[in-house]
């Protein structure tokens, strides 16, 4: 339950504001061929300032743990959270979360796509993107920016 509530705080606060869907981009596709309505844009400039604010200097992969703190839960379920990283060719660092086999009726993964820019002595994060795959029956089973029901 506690869980549940995470998630689904999580996702209000990121939302709010924020669109599914961008009209200059609506025919782009990002590095992993995802449309944009698979994805939803997060304002990354609250974090931006928690970045700004670090005084040791973290590797990409420590700011997305930073920006998504949880672990996954022992004892119950598969749950397993996995972060990859990826350096563009622009020198901007691409990390990706996946938190797979969420303890949630609806929701079974959530996916954080932050692309990085390391300036001297911090990150900036200069994009935010989140997205689900909702448990068989609950929406969705592939990626996308839908809120499982």
Same mark, same amino acid.
């Given at each position: 339950?506690?869980? %549940? =509530?995470?998630?689904?705080?999580? =996702? ?5 504001? @924020?669109?599914? #869907?961008?009209?200059? !981009?609506?025919?782009?596709? *990002? ?9 939803? *844009? ?12 670090? !005084?040791? #200097? ?14 996954? @839960? ?5 749950? $397993? ?23 949630? *009726? @609806? %929701?079974?993964?959530? $996916?954080? %796509? ?5 300036? $001297?002595?911090?990150?900036? %994060?200069?994009?935010?993107?989140? @997205? ?18």
């Amino acid at each position: 339950m506690k869980t %549940v =509530i995470s998630i689904a705080f999580s =996702i209000l606060l990121f939302s709010c504001g @924020s669109s599914t #869907k961008n009209p200059q !981009n609506d025919n782009s596709r *990002d590095e992993e061929t995802h449309t944009s309505q698979e994805f939803i *844009d997060m304002d990354s400039s609250e974090f931006n300032k928690k970045l700004a604010q670090q !005084n040791e #200097k973290l590797t990409a992969m420590e700011v997305m743990q930073l920006f998504y703190p949880r672990e996954a @839960s022992t004892g119950e379920g598969n749950e $397993k959270i996995t972060i990859s990283e990826q350096t563009l060719d622009s020198g901007i660092v691409k990390v990706t979360l996946i938190h797979a086999n969420l303890l949630d *009726d @609806s %929701v079974r993964d959530i $996916k954080y %796509v932050m692309e990085l820019q390391e300036n $001297k002595t911090t990150w900036t %994060v200069r994009s935010l993107k989140q @997205s689900f795959r909702c448990w068989e029956g609950r929406g969705h089973t592939d990626w996308g920016a839908d809120l499982c029901r």
